[in-house]
């Protein structure tokens, strides 16, 4: 994606100091947006002695294009009479990656999609809400839901569920259907006409098909048994993965619900365009 020279501002994570970066190094700014995996920012800064580049610390936030990110890691590099930081900060959706619902639901429990989503995020607090973007009518059954980090427990609810797109907007958590999220835009690129290169990288290494589902009650409720996806295994072979293990789960089937969420059925594949604007 593009870099643009929009304001980028940081902030000390208690608010009180402010400061527009002058000092980026705007061939270096990367954002990284992967549905459902990453929303990150990348850049290298100098030292002109400003309070904004002072300000390029972990946990002080980097607020860019009406989104707010949070530095996690930041290089300080002294080389040749020359002082640079270089940045990576993560989206403040990311920040719930240290939140936790510590409530648990025992047992194999019935929710709606807003049921489970009202319970993963009670007591939360720091402001974070959703909304729901399509059709979720059927509830599902969700094993032992709790325990869980706040991610954690989203990507729990996004697999029970058939959420094709978490998409955070701030605090606010966007969960959409697929007809919710997809939009054709119209717009074609065309490769040497305003597209200097288009690159497709199809990556199989994470696919998993095949797992072993076991009971680890003092009395196993049934015998070890495999889990798999059929249409995935005819297209490309056995995938297996770590085994699922509940020590509460008392039905064969709903150890096999909870087995599959852990699948991951294709090859993911990641498209890279630039166009003749540099984007």
Known sequence: MAYSKDKVVIQSRDGKSTQALSSLNFSTFQLTRTKNE???????????GSLGFALLQVENLVQYD?????????????TGGVHNVTVTATHIFYQLNNRFQYNVRQGDNSFSLTDALNFLLTDI??????????????????TDF?????????????????????VP??????????????????????????????QLQYDATSIVNTVQAVSTMEQPAFSPFKVQDA??????????????????????????????QS???EPSLAMTVTSAGNE
């Open 146 to 166: 709790g325990n869980t980090s706040i991610i954690e427990g989203l990507s729990t609810i996004k697999g029970a569920f058939g959420i094709y797109a978490i």
């Open 38 to 48: 990453a929303y990150q920012v990348d850049f290298q800064a100098y030292d002109d």
């Open 125 to 142: 607090g720091d402001g974070y809400s959703y909304q729901v973007h399509g059709k979720f009518n059927s509830n599902k059954t969700l």
């Open 66 to 78: 009406g989104q707010t990110y949070v530095i996690k890691q930041a290089t300080d590099d002294n």
């Open 263 to 265: 699948f991951v059925l």
């Open 169 to 198: 907007d701030n605090k606010v958590i966007h969960l959409y259907d697929k007809d919710s999220y997809v939009t054709n835009t119209r717009k074609v690129f065309r490769y040497r006409n305003d597209t200097a290169a288009v």
């Open 231 to 260: 249409d995935s295994v005819a297209k490309w072979g056995i995938k297996e993965g770590a085994r699922v293990e509940s020590d509460s789960v008392t039905s064969a089937d709903a150890m096999k619900n909870l087995a599959s």
